[in-house]
């Protein structure tokens, strides 16, 4: 609960009846102390930062039921709870949505050779964004795909003030624990066409 703290946001996705889980990883770069916990304040700011741009992009059969942030070291700082923006706003045309293990991959930028890259993977796609086995130029030029992009390059901002960095965590953190902070993730490259849609924490 104070700067420093680093959260996981676990986004639990229902689509075509397969359960997807993308998982995010924030430091709190700045305390204003708000009436909000940390753990609330920064499920507020990824409603409004980061979900405003994801249900743009993606067609309107998949859904967020239910989106929990937590402090690694010390989960009893949580929020759990449905966002506002909870499900796709793209027509869920019949016939015209991609299955659910089809996903439009986005990889960030490698600071240096020492560590992987971080990966975020979307269903919900569209036929129309596929263009002979690729991710059409049509999908990447989507308003929401780019302000999807910058936005989980930067920080987010908590009603009250608060603010969290995005950045990645080492894999085989332990509840309860303070995890191993890789790199601050500052950008990432267009989305590519993938067939992995979930990453287990």
């Avoid at 990447?140 to 910058?150: C, E, G, H, N, R």
């Amino acid at each position: 609960m104070a700067t420093g703290d680093i959260y996981a946001v676990l986004m639990k996705q229902v689509y075509f009846t397969v359960d997807i889980l993308n998982v995010w990883f924030y430091r709190q770069s700045f305390d204003a102390s708000p009436a909000l916990s940390d753990a609330e304040g920064l499920f507020d700011a990824f409603d409004t930062d980061i979900l405003a741009n994801w249900d743009g992009m993606v067609n309107a059969s998949i859904s967020i039921p239910e989106l929990e942030v937590f402090r690694i070291a010390d989960p009893s700082d949580n929020f759990i709870g449905t966002p506002t923006n909870n499900v796709g706003t793209r027509p869920a045309t019949d016939n015209l949505r991609a299955p659910s293990w089809v996903a439009a991959g986005f990889k960030s930028n490698r600071v240096g050779t020492g560590t992987r890259s971080s990966f975020k993977r979307f269903a919900g796609l569209m036929e129309s964004d596929i263009d002979d086995n690729v991710i059409s130029p049509t999908f990447i030029a989507i308003a929401a795909v780019q302000a999807l992009k910058t936005a989980m390059s930067v920080f987010v901002s908590a009603t009250g003030g608060s603010t969290y960095l995005p950045i990645q965590v080492k894999s085989g953190w332990i509840l309860g624990l303070p995890p191993t902070e890789n790199f601050v993730i500052s950008n990432w490259l267009d989305p590519k066409l993938t067939s992995q849609v979930s990453r287990k924490p």
